[in-house]
């Protein structure tokens, strides 16, 4: 895709239950409403073909509509660009280990099969080149974020250590450093709570729905219920002032209850209104093993009345599949590896879900590791070079798809590793896209 014309940032959509087509050209925030007879002379335009357009008077109206909203043109800042592959700003996720208490049914990281954890030679390090990158680059803040294949909180102890080593070392650079975190929240006590909310500046419970739901995907070790013990870890969280977020599995189990699961969290656990970010389960990890499914059409039906109902009771509901408005020029950092993911292993890897070597996506995704005798970490150019290859957008489906600039490709590792979530993943973009683009039409109505 080294030259693009403007169907590639213009396109033409179908309407199912109309004669029309929709011109949809996300960069430029244009959507209207076309007739066949347009869209026929618009095809050869968009595709730089104008001498093929024979009608004078019709061909100098919509060049005309074309030049006026700048359509012609891919507007400055969004040419793809592939020179800034490797790592970004001063931003590391650390996954201190592959230790968990839970055993949610559709685990990426299979926990219960892989015990390590980080030595802190390794942890050290990592939280020094954070703050060594900073300083280099003028930055005065830097991020860390305590996520991976296991629960950070069952090693509270090394977890301070790190936060302590993490405050000490930002006080005698003077910077500002912003720890966020991905919890399963059941260890969460009001102690641990008040240390949190000490340290912390964002917190991500995942948490999956009302107690059957929640139960029955993500049981502890000892096959145990979990919800009663995230909804205490939470209250504690909202004692301290911290009102963490919620990432939300969903499974063909639980996808009639999403509206619900939104409502009782507005009336129980957040009354001042709160955020809760649905997903669809990935077939990776223990989800292919025990043959989980999610329909993507039960999906969108019931992810777009949980949002009708987040709109009514003050949540916001998300999805990384609701792309309406929020284009990009990637997916997230895994495109272009400039993420700087570090596992228990002490390798690094360019995405979060890849966390030891015998996961999914492991031979591509890790691209360095530790060097215990630098106390820093050792980068494979081919490595990065290879991530980056993967991260670009496809060229069959994606580079004539509608949806392109919305999603990017969807998930790099899904691409790779588990083909048949991305299919789906595919579905419930271009249909909640479409929809949401044809709900803004008939608003203006």
């Known amino acids: 895709m080294s030259t693009l014309k403007p169907k590639d940032w213009v396109f033409l959509i179908p309407e199912?239950?109309?004669a029309?087509?929709?011109?949809?050209?996300?960069?430029?925030?244009?959507?209207?409403?076309?007739?066949?007879?347009?869209?026929?002379?618009?095809?050869p335009i968009l595709d730089g073909r104008q001498e093929d357009v024979t009608d004078s008077h019709q061909k100098d109206e919509l060049m005309g509509f074309l030049a006026n909203n700048k359509l012609l043109e891919l507007p400055k800042g969004w040419a793809p660009d592939q020179s800034n592959a490797g790592k970004g700003k001063a931003k590391i996720t650390m996954s201190l280990t592959n230790k968990c208490n839970l055993r949610c049914i559709y685990c990426y990281a299979k926990t219960g099969m892989d015990y390590t954890t980080m030595t802190w030679e390794v942890a050290k390090d990592a939280i020094d080149s954070v703050i060594r990158e900073a300083v280099q680059?003028?930055?005065?803040?830097?991020?860390?974020?305590?996520?991976?294949?296991?629960?950070?909180?069952?090693?509270?102890?090394?977890?301070?250590?790190?936060?302590?080593?993490?405050?000490?070392?930002?006080?005698?650079?003077?910077?500002?450093p912003y720890l966020g975190m991905v919890t399963n929240a059941t260890l969460i006590t009001k102690p641990i709570a008040v240390w949190m909310g000490k340290h912390f500046s964002n917190v991500t419970v995942s948490f999956d729905g009302l107690e059957e739901v929640q139960d029955y995907q993500r049981p502890d070790s000892r096959g145990k219920g979990t919800f009663v013990r995230v909804i205490r870890g939470i209250q504690s969280l909202m004692e301290v002032g911290i009102k963490p977020s919620i990432r939300a599995k969903v499974t063909d189990f639980g996808v009639n209850r999403m509206?619900?699961?939104?409502?009782?969290?507005?009336?129980?656990?957040?009354?001042k209104g709160g955020s809760i970010h649905f997903e669809p389960m990935s077939l990776c990890?223990?989800?292919?093993?025990?043959?989980?499914?999610?329909?993507?059409?039960?999906?969108?039906?019931n992810y777009l009345k949980a949002k009708e109902v987040g709109k009514e009771v003050g949540m916001k509901v998300t999805c990384s599949l609701d792309t309406f408005g929020?284009?990009?020029?990637?997916?997230?950092?895994?495109?272009?590896?400039?993420?700087?993911?570090?596992?228990?292993?002490?390798?690094?890897?360019a995405c979060s879900r890849v966390t030891k070597p015998t996961?999914?996506?492991?031979?591509l995704f890790f691209y360095a590791r530790h060097n215990s005798h630098s106390g820093g970490?050792?980068?494979?150019?081919?490595?990065?070079?290879?991530?980056?290859?993967?991260?670009?957008?496809?060229?069959?489906?994606?580079?004539?798809?509608?949806?392109r600039w919305n999603c990017q490709g969807h998930c790099p590792i899904a691409r790779y590793a588990y083909y048949e979530h991305y299919e789906q993943s595919c579905i419930i973009i271009q249909e909640l896209l479409k929809s949401a683009i044809i709900a803004e039409l008939d608003k203006n109505l």
């Open 20 to 43: 029309t087509l929709i011109l949809y050209a996300p960069l430029h925030k244009i959507a209207v409403r076309v007739s066949p007879q347009a869209r026929d002379l618009l095809v």
């Open 377 to 403: 970490f050792d980068v494979d150019p081919d490595a990065v070079s290879n991530i980056v290859a993967h991260g670009n957008l496809p060229e069959n489906p994606c580079a004539s798809c509608f949806a």
């Open 259 to 271: 509206a619900d699961f939104v409502e009782y969290l507005a009336k129980e656990v957040f009354p």
């Open 137 to 176: 680059n003028g930055e005065k803040k830097f991020g860390i974020t305590f996520h991976g294949g296991g629960e950070a909180i069952v090693e509270l102890k090394f977890l301070r250590k790190c936060v302590a080593y993490i405050q000490e070392q930002a006080r005698v650079y003077d910077l500002k």
């Open 326 to 349: 929020h284009e990009k020029k990637q997916f997230c950092g895994a495109n272009k590896s400039t993420m700087f993911c570090v596992s228990p292993h002490g390798l690094v890897s």
């Open 285 to 301: 990890g223990r989800a292919a093993d025990n043959e989980l499914t999610t329909n993507p059409w039960a999906y969108m039906e």
């Open 359 to 363: 996961d999914d996506g492991a031979k």
């Open 16 to 18: 199912d239950a109309a």
